[in-house]
């Protein structure tokens, strides 16, 4: 069974930093892209980094030079370290595994950490 857990998430102040993580199980975690996702009260889930099998890595344009996004094949688990925290970063954030590219996968998410950035 495939699952994907984050955590790191909580209360900071704007311009705090916090390091989320995504720990995953029951699959092979390194050979498949992760997504860190969130979704603000109110609004569509928005994509906020990827990272590749081999390591490249993509933000939208709200997440550049602010967060960044890793993993660690050895741990099976993924990061997304944000620095300089706006209250508009406040939204639950997802880890997503999407192993579709193979025979037989599927889409996982895990179930959230919330975030709220306030002073």
């Known amino acids: 069974q495939v699952q994907l857990v984050e955590s790191g998430g909580g209360l900071v102040q704007p311009g705090g930093s916090l390091r989320l993580s995504c720990a995953a199980s029951?699959?092979?975690?390194?050979?498949?892209?992760i997504y860190w996702y969130r979704q603000a009260p109110g609004k569509q889930r928005e994509l906020v980094a990827s990272?590749?099998?081999?390591?490249?890595?993509t933000y939208a344009d709200s997440a550049k030079d602010r967060f960044t996004i890793s993993r660690d094949n050895a741990k099976n688990t993924a990061y997304l370290q944000m620095h300089t925290l706006k209250p508009e970063d406040t939204a639950v954030y997802f880890c997503?595994?999407?192993?579709?590219?193979?025979?037989?996968?599927?889409?996982?998410w895990g179930k959230g950490t919330l975030v709220t950035v306030s002073s």
């Open positions: 997503n595994l999407d192993s579709r590219v193979t025979p037989g996968g599927l889409d996982y």
């Open positions: 990272i590749t099998s081999g390591g490249t890595t």
């Open positions: 029951g699959i092979i975690f390194s050979i498949y892209p």
